[in-house]
């Protein structure tokens, strides 16, 4: 039998019920309502036929739902996801031609190949390199740069740009041939979805409805949006009166395809793939988590990179663009009951059913209605309070986040969060090479020991003890040097340092090479070298050292312990071995 944590939907299958099936197919007729405007919507963002967006909501879903470990992440076209797949097309063809749509593909199929690959190789930490201010920053930009995007179609005008100073330069320079009707459609349908979403849920509440029912119709209206538009257009012949059209949408479920094998496409096309797949994981896992948590379920980073993969491979050969779990769609599918991933393989048949029957009625929809729906949508992206937040809180992270932001607004999607990822590995890089440290003493009549400029502590003359709050590496391993020493140079008295080691899980080669120079300088100036309360992990590599062998103290198994044996001492000298036996009981 094939073990569940390979297939998680086996796991799922197990006492599966009436009353749980009826609560999946309830949310999945809800999030296909929703998916629906949103998968055009999200095409037309892409610079791709409407009719990709509905691929990319059928295959991918089913194999989230067989794969995914999430019970209610909503899988398939997102916002970020998009505009990122427009940006990394933008160089290789006019968007919407065929070129344009296979090379979406490709990086649909190429994004799914390095997230199966992460999965498989275990890689999910990678992830945990774009932090959350860069990743807030980033997609506080995206929301800024898609909404710009979309206020060519509100507008009726043909204006576009890489970043939001080609968008306004465009925009601005387009203003004289605004069409009436089309930013009457895309206005109205803009403020009706705002007071839709301030005050409609609030309104069904006092009608009698319930707060999950109210909340549910609330998050529905794009869908009444689209039919009276829709419908609007049709029997107004608005087509003909110059405003643009959703137009003919092929009817029929996407055939299997692999995508075009072009070596030279696949290698321009790696490096957006890569970034991605790491946001869409990463926004991904975020809401997967977060949802999973409120039933306290668990959610397995390292499966959801292979069940994701496997969904962008999907859609890569079956005529969809890259996909991940959306934020609003996740949350709607949790709030309407869904109880397990069938959820999403319902609402994928019930995409399928879409694709069949209102391909012809779609044709008339209104291009406007979908840019006001994405408008909407990615002003919860948004977020500027988040900045002035992270300032107060962090600067360094503050101007991470700035930077990303701004980077991203001027330059484009790429640069925004490669530039983000390196401010941020540059700044946490400075920050761990010069690591805190505090001279500490002991609490009088407790056990406790506490940084001497803050507390009023017992302190020797003869002794000094060190708290090193940073684990050990090469950035950092000079820095501890000039620190020990510029210690010892302060009290001229002194015959023993303690390293107090609590906060050290690591201490790489560079590392020992500073302390073997810190044990043999301190020699020569008669001082004593000591370690206390070193980790198990980090003894069991020290004791095959020569530096274990050559301290010229020993090491405690507690700091507390160090200042028994060393408060007082008139003897500089103690023992030139490392008592192992002592220091192994400190894991």
């Known amino acids: 039998m094939i073990p569940s944590r390979w297939i998680p939907l086996i796991g799922w299958l197990h006492g599966y019920q ?172 803009w403020g009706y979805l705002l007071l839709c979403r301030r005050h409609l849920k609030e309104g069904l509440r006092r009608l009698g409805l319930s707060t999950t029912a109210a909340d549910l119709v609330a998050k529905a209206a794009p869908v009444s949006a689209v039919i009276v538009t829709t419908l609007l257009a049709w029997g107004l012949g608005l087509g003909e009166r110059g405003v643009a059209l959703v137009g003919e949408v092929p009817s029929g479920l996407p055939s299997l395809a692999l995508p075009s094998l072009d070596t030279g496409l696949w290698s321009s096309l790696a490096p957006a793939a890569v970034l991605i797949s790491l946001v869409g994981f990463v926004e991904s896992v975020s809401v997967a988590q977060t949802l999973a948590a409120k039933r306290r379920q668990r959610i397995d980073p390292n499966q959801e990179l292979i069940a994701l993969g496997l969904a962008n491979l999907g859609a890569g050969t079956s005529g969809g663009s890259p996909v991940s779990g959306g934020f609003s769609r996740s949350v709607v599918n949790f709030e309407a009951g869904a109880a397990t991933p069938l959820a999403g393989a319902f609402t994928a048949l019930g995409i399928a059913v879409a694709t069949l029957t209102l391909t012809t009625p779609l044709a008339y929809l209104p291009k406007a209605t979908l840019a006001a729906t994405i408008i909407v949508a990615v002003a919860t992206l948004i977020d500027l309070r988040a900045i002035k937040r992270t300032w107060a809180y962090s600067r360094a992270d503050g101007v991470a986040m700035l930077a990303t932001l701004a980077l991203t607004l001027v330059h484009g999607v790429e640069s925004g969060i490669l530039g983000g990822v390196v401010l941020s590995l540059g700044l946490h890089l400075y920050r761990t090479s010069r690591p805190h440290s505090a001279v500490v003493g002991r609490v009088p009549g407790s056990e406790h020991f506490r940084n001497v400029r803050r507390h009023a502590v017992e302190t020797d003359e003869r002794l000094a003890i060190l708290r090193v709050d940073e684990s050990l590496y090469f950035a950092n391993a000079r820095y501890l040097e000039d620190t020990v020493m510029a210690l010892a140079a302060r009290q001229p008295g002194l015959a023993h340092i303690v390293l107090a080691c609590q906060a050290v899980n690591v201490i790489d080669a560079s590392a020992l090479e500073s302390l073997e120079a810190i044990n043999s300088r301190l020699k020569d100036a008669g001082v004593c070298l000591h370690l206390a309360e070193v980790k198990g992990p980090v003894m069991d590599r020290l004791e095959h050292t020569e530096f274990c062998r050559e301290i010229t103290g020993r090491v405690f198994l507690s700091t507390y312990d160090a200042w028994q044996a060393l408060h007082g001492q008139d003897d500089g000298q103690l023992s030139q071995q490392c008592p192992v036996t002592e220091a192994s009981t400190a894991r």
Request: glycine share 10%.
């Open 18 to 189: 009436r009353d749980i099936l009826a609560r999946d197919l309830l949310a999945a007729v809800i999030v296909t309502l929703m998916l629906v405007p949103q998968a055009l919507a999200y095409a037309l963002l892409a610079g791709l036929p409407p009719e990709v967006g509905l691929y990319a909501s059928m295959l991918p879903l089913m194999l989230y739902a067989v794969f995914g470990t999430s019970a209610t992440l909503a899988v398939g076209p997102v916002a970020v996801a998009s505009l990122m797949t427009a940006s990394a097309l933008s160089g290789i063809a006019a968007p919407g031609s065929a070129e344009y749509v296979g090379a979406a593909l490709v990086l649909a199929a190429l994004s799914g190949l390095v997230l199966v690959a992460m999965g498989l190789l275990r890689l999910g930490f990678l992830a945990n390199f774009l932090s959350h201010p860069v990743i807030s920053g980033f997609v506080t930009a995206s929301g800024i740069l898609i909404a710009a995007s979309q206020l060519r179609h509100i507008l009726g005008v043909d204006a576009s740009g890489h970043n939001l100073v080609e968008l306004v330069t465009a925009l601005v320079s387009q203003l004289g041939q605004v069409d009436p009707v089309t930013l009457a459609i895309g206005g109205g349908v």
